[in-house]
């Protein structure tokens, strides 16, 4: 008697915990519904200028003047490829370059005083990750002028966070027994570096920017916007002249490209890991 | 003396062979690969006119520039009532724009997952190229397209991050479900349900956790973006950043930083706690 008493008083809190679940999530979804509906009425219904846009013949219409391929174009893109493609590698370069700091810091284990050089790292990792990559552009643009080194720049401050984070993190999992080891030899703090940390992290570090050089080409491929060289100055060029077809053979030039660096990025890290 | 032992090892005189890693044709591989990694680099210094004199100058004038233009911040600009509107619209943009690209994200994860996909003849490669071309083009360039098709508004800015969430999810889910034990779809499928129940009760129940974290991350990503479309007429608060930056009201574009920072340290910290409580709720 008394077991079955508990029993149903068992089944009675799973089943009042199951309405209770119930209850919540019916909630959740009853608040993101109407969220739905009030971003909907505000961004789309109000926000949007439908007499300017007209009928759905219009909208085709504008949509159709984009197909096609402007052939003549393609020549006079190799060369803002080419641009495109040194913009991202030698960012992420400099990216790598200036990631040290942040790595050293940003590391638990090995950061020289926790309370102040790891915020600062936290820190120095959010603010690149937080700014878009055309934003940094414009405020390197002001800083050293039009040109390559501008996108060069925005590039490497916009790849330190990602870079320096997992990184870091490979650093907070490294085995110590290596460490000990070469210590135990009589290795110096450099060689311990050498012998027994850099190879730890190192495949991690490669695969992290190589993943890194492919996001680059396709950040890198629209600093041309705001004036910092490649195929983004030749796609805003084709947009404000209404060479309709030539903005899509730049888009499509932009998609071989990434689909270059995607090959690439592929036997590369085929080679070295 | 010495002859005997060596006489199959190597001829007299000879140095003795050191180890190395990687022998002849491979190592001269290796070298040949970095010597033109180098060559690659330093050319491109030339081609694209980088003026390494003024690269070491550069970090002390962007202090200046810094501390000469952007400060102090015009603080009092980033609370007035019409910027606020802004951040709340650009909000708001990002929320559709994920929720919209998930909705479009899910089919196409489920077509572009090799062990999943209902043909890997047809569908499996036109779901990845999609995807693929989705997540390729940028989302400022996806913002221009829409705003020249739709005109200025929201509606671009919506639809452009929509289509950068479609290619962010759309691959993420892929992998998740190319993942999954295969033995809950076998026992389904055995039972003589269709893809879609197969879907429904062999795959969905062990990506549903995962689905949640990548969805909270991408609406991370989403806002991340949505600062920006506005700068190409795309609405929310990138077109104040614009209209301020082509006024060169310098101490109001280092406000609207700031602003656009702080929101992000908010949005991320939402999302890291959300993603912790979806990944203890498992």
Redesign the interface.
């Known amino acids: 008697m008394a077991v079955a008493d508990a029993t149903i008083r068992n089944v009675d809190r799973i089943i009042a915990a199951r309405a209770k679940t119930r209850t919540i999530r019916a909630l959740i979804y009853m608040v993101v519904l109407l969220?739905?509906v009030?971003?909907?009425k505000?961004?789309?219904v109000d926000?949007?200028?439908w007499e300017?846009?007209g009928s759905v013949g219009n909208?085709l219409h504008?949509?159709v003047q984009?197909l096609g391929i402007d052939w003549g174009l393609v020549p006079n893109l190799w060369q803002p490829a080419?641009?495109t493609i040194?913009?991202a590698?030698?960012g992420t370069?400099l990216g790598v370059m200036m990631c040290v700091p942040a790595i050293w810091f940003g590391a638990l284990n090995i950061t020289p005083y926790p309370p102040i050089t790891y915020p600062i790292a936290r820190l120095m990792m959010?603010?690149s990750?937080?700014?878009?990559e055309?934003?940094w552009a414009?405020?390197?643009v002001?800083?050293?002028g039009l040109?390559?080194?501008a996108g060069?720049?925005a590039i490497a401050v916009r790849s330190i966070g990602f870079i320096a984070k997992m990184t870091a993190e490979a650093i907070e999992d490294l085995d110590p027994k290596p460490v000990e080891a070469i210590r135990a030899v009589g290795g110096s703090d450099f060689q311990v570096f050498v012998y027994a940390i850099l190879p730890q992290i190192l495949p991690v570090m490669i695969g992290v920017i190589i993943f890194e050089w492919e996001i680059n080409i396709?950040?890198s491929?629209?600093l041309g916007?705001v004036g910092a060289?490649g195929l983004g100055l030749v796609?805003f060029r084709q947009?404000n002249t209404f060479n309709h077809p030539g903005?899509t053979t730049v888009?499509l030039a932009?998609?071989v490209l990434?689909?270059f660096g995607e090959v690439v990025s592929y036997y590369v890290r085929k080679?070295i890991i | 003396m010495s002859s005997t032992a060596n006489t199959s090892a190597r001829p007299q005189g000879d140095p003795p062979r050191e180890w190395h890693r990687f022998r002849f044709p491979e190592s001269l591989y290796?070298w040949g690969?970095v010597m033109l990694a180098l060559l690659?680099?330093s050319y491109?210094?030339v081609?694209?006119?980088?003026?390494l004199d003024?690269?070491l100058g550069?970090f002390g004038?962007?202090g200046q520039?810094i501390a000469d233009?952007y400060y102090p911040p015009d603080i009092e600009y980033v609370t007035e009532p019409d910027y606020l509107a802004s951040v709340v619209?650009t909000i708001?943009?990002a929320?559709?724009g994920a929720?919209f690209g998930m909705l479009m994200a899910i089919p196409l994860g489920w077509f572009g997952s090799y062990n999943m996909t209902p043909s890997r003849g047809f569908v499996y490669p036109v779901a990845r190229l999609l995807t693929?071309?989705a997540r390729?083009?940028?989302e400022?360039?996806w913002a221009?397209?829409f705003v020249?098709?739709?005109?200025?508004?929201?509606?671009a800015?919506?639809l452009a991050l929509t289509m950068f969430c479609t290619g962010f999810a759309g691959k993420l889910f892929a992998e998740e479900i190319e993942a999954i034990d295969m033995g809950p779809v076998e026992a389904i499928r055995a039972t003589g349900a269709s893809e879609l129940n197969v879907m429904a009760y062999g795959v969905f129940p062990q990506v549903r956790v995962a689905f949640t974290g990548i969805g909270i991350y991408t609406w991370d990503v989403a806002f991340?973006?949505a600062?920006?479309v506005g700068?190409?007429g795309a609405?929310g608060m990138g077109w104040y950043?614009k209209r301020n930056?082509l006024q060169i009201e310098?101490e109001r574009v280092a406000a609207i930083?700031l602003s656009?920072?702080v929101l992000?340290?908010i949005s991320?910290g939402v999302s890291a706690w959300a993603r912790s409580r979806v990944a203890r709720a498992k």
């Open positions: 969220l739905v009030w971003s909907v505000t961004t789309i926000d949007t200028d300017r846009m909208v504008g949509v984009f080419v641009e040194m913009v590698t030698l370069l959010t603010l990750r937080s700014i878009h055309i934003v414009l405020f390197f002001a800083a050293v040109g390559a080194l060069v720049l396709r950040r491929s629209v916007l060289g796609f947009l903005v888009i932009i998609l990434i689909l080679a | 290796r690969g690659f680099l491109s210094f081609y694209l006119n980088i003026p003024r690269f550069m004038r962007i520039v233009r619209d708001q943009m929320y559709l929720l693929m071309a390729a083009v940028h400022t360039i221009i397209l020249t098709i739709l005109g200025f508004g929201m509606l800015g919506v991340r973006a600062t920006v700068f190409f609405g950043l930056v310098t930083l656009i920072i992000v340290l991320e």
